[in-house]
Nanobody, 123 residues
């Protein structure tokens, strides 16, 4: 079974930095797109940043220039470097991966989510 496990969430002061990690485990054949979403209390989940298998990235307008998404295929890990954090960045951050995995002797494609990690930006 494929699992995504996030880490790195914390309480940080405005202007501070955090680095989130999302490690995938299981019989993974190939990663396609990966991304980070977030959900603040009372708000809908939104896509923060994504990265394709080729390394192309896309960002939510409000985080452009402050957040950087990257991936290490050998470690099956995607990262989100967050700088100049603001109180409005406070949310639970979720990792998402679209990938192909082994199921017995065949491969299947599906979308997986991590359990989330809390980021709180407050003085």
């Amino acid at each position: 079974q494929v699992q995504l496990v996030e880490s790195g969430g914390d309480l940080v002061q405005p202007g501070g930095s955090l680095r989130l990690s999302c490690a995938a485990s299981g019989r993974i054949f190939r990663f396609n797109g990966m991304g980070w979403h977030r959900q603040a209390p009372g708000k809908q989940r939104e896509l923060v940043a994504s990265i394709t298998s080729g390394g192309s990235t896309n960002y939510l307008d409000s985080v452009k220039g402050r957040f950087t998404i990257s991936r290490d295929n050998a470690k099956k890990t995607v990262y989100l470097e967050m700088n100049s954090l603001k109180p409005e960045d406070t949310a639970v951050y979720y990792c998402n991966a679209d990938l192909r995995y082994w199921s017995g002797s065949i491969t299947r494609q599906s979308n997986f989510w991590g359990q989330g990690t809390q980021v709180t930006v407050s003085s």
